[in-house]
């Protein structure tokens, strides 16, 4: 007996593009609809990272009406809709939800000034724990902290202080709401109570915004609002269909991988690229940084970022490949395929050349910037682009294993989403350097994936999660390790990877001292 085609319609907003598609029970993803961002961004002031909020919506309602003329024979059948976004992601709206400002993206650059309002004694148990410069960090790096500062009247007519998750669930449904799985980024989370932190919690007064700015929370799977008549007409979508709650695009990513075991590693290679995995209790994946939450209900993702990860492509075909770009146009394909065929030319170790991504520093290594060591004469700018890949890798292991020790187990897979796991290279690649399987679903999209089964969950198509993934995720390519290759990879993370930072983490720092002396000279 065929089993009646359920179907769901979910929006992915990345950074680079808003996609829209129809998913059924099985996974499969009946048609889609993509819109570049073009430009994804813009920077009034150097550094800074901003856009319409308007823009996502617009995007989205685009897709939307083009995948509406895509599946037509399948629209009526459509049972209700799911969202997942960017993290990190912020709008100021008025009470009426008309953005004050544009919104200010996760990769933004701006700073606050100053720290965080702490007593004198959590000052000293944030020093004594060796946290006090990244308490620092995150309250300069904080857009609420920025704007309160440098737009105050912004700020004092600030009604809500949304994610651009519950933005667009606004603008969806006429309700400021978002899903316990979508709070990530700046602001007062708790991770354990799956929502917002109560005003005396010891970190508060990093991202201290007020409570009253701050929107209303519920569970993946449960309804947020129904589309409006306007989002309707917007959208061609029918008036009344539910907007179920989601998670963030990487709640959403691990869980469309199946990975809903703790021995199994989700690996994200995207503009951020990650490493992640869902565990039943409360771990930090680095000491005092707190886990996300998961879609799983008492569930978390203690996840490593390197951020810049697979921007690192993208920069590396602007600056190196206009010979793949142009070739790339003539032939019909993309640059990246032409890139990725010629990564066999190079072997393991690329012949002594190391890469630290670090374009971006994270909390934990706030002076950290990017470096490639070992170059010698016979190398060549493939020999960069395969560096590159090596260098998330090598940083995405170095996660892999802090994480294996704090937590206790072993991971056993590893299961990779994102645009570079399209790539077969790549994927053997990563399964040589980690030393474990790779596994590939049947689809990239697999953020979409797993936000349409928060919908098929919630309108009790599955009990649970566990049986959504036995439906939904599918193995299509499994890579094994070469243990010859592993071995290269190993001894070249143990004696030269791991000690990179630390012997040129004083040499960023002053870096970083002289240009921030530089750039104050400019300014005066």
Same mark, same amino acid.
């Given at each position: 007996m065929v089993k009646e085609e359920r179907i769901v319609l979910t929006f992915d907003v990345g950074t680079q593009s808003s996609r829209a598609m129809l998913v059924t029970q099985s996974?499969?993803?009946?048609?889609?609809?993509?819109?570049?961002?073009?430009?994804?961004?813009?920077?009034?002031?150097?550094?800074?990272?901003?856009?319409?909020?308007?823009?996502?919506?617009?995007?989205?309602?685009?897709?939307?009406?083009?995948?509406?003329?895509?599946?037509?024979?399948?629209?009526?059948?459509?049972?209700?809709?799911?969202?997942?976004?960017?993290?990190?992601?912020?709008?100021?709206?008025?009470?009426?939800?008309?953005?004050?400002?544009?919104a200010v993206l996760w990769l933004d650059k701006r700073r606050a000034e100053g720290r965080p309002a702490m007593s004198q004694i959590t000052r000293l148990m944030f020093k004594a724990v060796g946290m006090e410069e990244t308490a620092n960090l995150q309250y300069q790096k904080s857009h609420c902290n920025w704007i309160m500062q440098n737009e105050p009247e912004i700020w004092k007519n600030c009604y809500k202080f949304l994610f651009l998750s519950g933005y667009l669930t606004f603008k969806l449904t006429g309700h400021m709401k978002d899903a316990a799985a979508c709070l990530v980024g700046h602001l007062p989370i708790d991770a354990q109570s799956r929502g917002w932190q109560k005003k005396g919690a010891l970190t508060r007064p990093v991202f201290d915004v007020e409570a009253e700015k701050l929107c209303e929370v519920a569970e993946s799977g449960e309804i947020l609002g129904k589309i409006t008549a306007q989002a309707a007409e917007d959208t061609g979508l029918p008036e009344g269909l539910p907007l179920i709650a989601s998670g963030s695009d990487k709640?959403?990513?691990?869980?469309?991988?199946?990975?809903?075991?703790?021995e199994k590693a989700a690996v994200g290679f995207g503009t951020t690229a990650t490493i992640t995995f869902t565990m039943n209790r409360y771990l930090e994946p680095e000491r005092f940084i707190p886990p996300y939450i998961s879609i799983i209900p008492g569930c978390f993702s203690p996840e490593i970022e390197i951020f810049r990860g697979y921007w690192l492509i993208s920069w590396f075909k602007?600056?190196?490949?206009?010979?793949?770009?142009?070739?790339?146009?003539?032939?019909?394909?993309?640059?990246?395929?032409?890139?990725?065929?010629?990564?066999?030319?190079?072997?393991?170790?690329?012949?002594?050349?190391?890469f630290q991504p670090y374009f971006t520093p994270n909390v934990t290594m706030p002076?950290?910037?990017?470096?490639?060591?070992?170059?010698?004469?016979?190398?060549?700018?493939?020999?960069?682009?395969r560096a590159i890949i090596e260098g998330i890798n090598f940083a995405l292991l170095d996660g892999m294993r802090l994480m294996e020790k704090r937590s206790g187990h072993k991971f056993k897979e590893i299961y990779v989403g994102g645009g570079g796991s399209r790539s077969s290279e790549i994927c053997q690649i990563t399964a040589d350097m980690f030393g474990l399987p790779v596994?590939?679903?049947?689809?990239?999209?697999?953020?979409?994936?797993?936000?349409?089964?928060?919908?098929?969950?919630?309108? %009790?198509?599955?009990?649970? @999660? *566990? /049986?959504?993934?036995?439906?939904?995720? $599918?193995?299509?390519?499994?890579?094994?390790?070469?243990? %010859?290759?592993?071995?290269? @990879? *190993? /001894?070249?993370?143990?004696?030269?990877? $791991?000690?990179?930072?630390?012997?040129?983490?004083?040499?960023?720092?002053?870096?970083?001292?002289?240009?921030?002396?530089?750039?104050?000279?400019?300014?005066?």
């Open positions: 996974g499969d993803i009946l048609g889609k609809a993509q819109k570049k961002h073009e430009p994804p961004y813009y920077s009034v002031e150097p550094g800074f990272a901003e856009q319409k909020a308007d823009f996502y919506y617009e995007h989205i309602c685009q897709a939307s009406l083009e995948l509406k003329k895509i599946c037509a024979d399948k629209w009526d059948k459509i049972e209700a809709v799911t969202l997942t976004t960017i993290r990190d992601t912020t709008v100021c709206v008025d009470e009426k939800g008309t953005p004050l400002r544009p709640a959403c990513e691990i869980l469309g991988l199946g990975c809903d075991e703790k602007k600056e190196f490949a206009e010979k793949e770009v142009k070739q790339a146009k003539e032939l019909g394909v993309s640059a990246e395929e032409l890139l990725n065929e010629r990564l066999k030319e190079i072997p393991a170790g690329c012949e002594g050349l190391l002076s950290a910037r990017g470096a490639m060591i070992g170059f010698s004469d016979q190398h060549t700018r493939i020999h960069i682009y596994i590939r679903t049947q689809t990239y999209e697999v953020a979409g994936i797993g936000s349409a089964m928060t919908a098929f969950v919630g309108l %009790g198509v599955f009990a649970d @999660y *566990e /049986e959504a993934v036995g439906s939904m995720v $599918k193995r299509k390519d499994v890579f094994q390790p070469n243990e %010859g290759q592993h071995q290269i @990879y *190993e /001894e070249l993370y143990q004696e030269v990877f $791991k000690n990179i930072y630390g012997r040129l983490a004083p040499l960023y720092e002053k870096l970083n001292g002289i240009y921030k002396k530089k750039t104050e000279i400019e300014s005066m």
